[in-house]
């Protein structure tokens, strides 16, 4: 049997298909899981409770919700590239909304009611982030999205993470059991749940009651980041903070390490300008202030100089001047001493008369006949008195 390439298979399958008329021109109902629109070509799904089936419309001029029942004209097409099958629709009509977009409306509105979706109960995202609890599957593009991203912001931020099944029917159950470990595990700062986008049915998870609640109740602050930005959980009400996309989390809570490094660069290298600024301000001052300091002294000094040299001067001149004036004293003394000298009346020739070697001031005590002794200039004379008469 000959061997067929992929290719091959592919475009036998388009013929097929697309040659088979009862695909051409068909009417589907069905329900809106997901629906966007790029310049003017619509992408979506419509289900029902056991398939779905991809669709695409090209000049679309309406808009649907997720949960819209539609009725959807189109043709079945195959494309080869790819190997996907899809509904190139032409015409699409509203029937109403869906069974689960009517439950997740249901319990928005009773959550809303009961204070889950407060901002007063939201908790604040702290600035700087050493540990994230990442909460996802470890084999989805999520989880390498979150650590692309935070690696490459700041390699110093940990991820903790707790693997759980995103989608399916033990989804719920599993994401409330991380939330509540999380909630209790000191190590961490922050929680992030996160998930790529999806159908309603998807994302059914993130829109229980038991999740939501399980949020609420989270002691740690915790960052919603499931689906595309377009898309919208009741999980994303109940958190803290919601992020558009996975991605845009990482970005959200890794703060930017080399970027931060750089501002506190900044910071040190304009404090040490500012340290350097004021050191030469202080610097200049303190020399200024020396430098007056020093004239102060110099000028202080000289006027001590001065004024002790004055009173050096003027203590100079007193002890002249009493010098002076007891020389002068002295002289007048010793003049008249000079004069009073009795050797000097002896030279005049008088002569100094004493008896008993005791100098006589009172003459009329001498008597006839007495032994006295008379001392001039020249002569010492003992004499004896013959006759002592008193002048009249």
Known sequence: MLALTVTQLNKRIKDILENEVIL?????MGEISSFSVTRGIAYFNIKDDESILSCVMFNCRSNFNIGDKVQVTGSINYYVKGGKLSLSASKIELMGQG???QQYLMLKSKLEGEGLFDSAHKQSIPRYIKRIGVITSKTGAVLQDIINVTSRRNPMVDLVLKDVQVQGVVACEQI????????????????VVARGGGSIEDLQPFNEEAVARACYNCKKPIVSAVGHETDFTII?????????TPSAAAELLAFDYYDTCNILNGYIYEYNKQIDRAYNEYALLTNSCISALQDSVKDLVFKLELKINTL??????????KVENTIYRVNIALNTLDKLNPINLL?????????DNIRLKDYTKIKNGDIIQISTKTNEITAKVMDNKERV
């Open 236 to 244: 994303d009400f109940v958190a803290d903070l919601r992020a558009p």
């Open 347 to 355: 030279k005049s020739g008088y002569a100094i008369i004493s008896k």
């Open 312 to 321: 050096l001067q003027s203590c100079e001149n007193a002890i002249n001047d």
């Open 176 to 191: 409330v059991e991380a939330i509540n470990f999380f909630s209790n595990y000191d190590g961490i700062d922050v929680v």
């Open 99 to 101: 069974e689960l977009y």
């Open 24 to 28: 051409e021109h068909i009417v589907i």
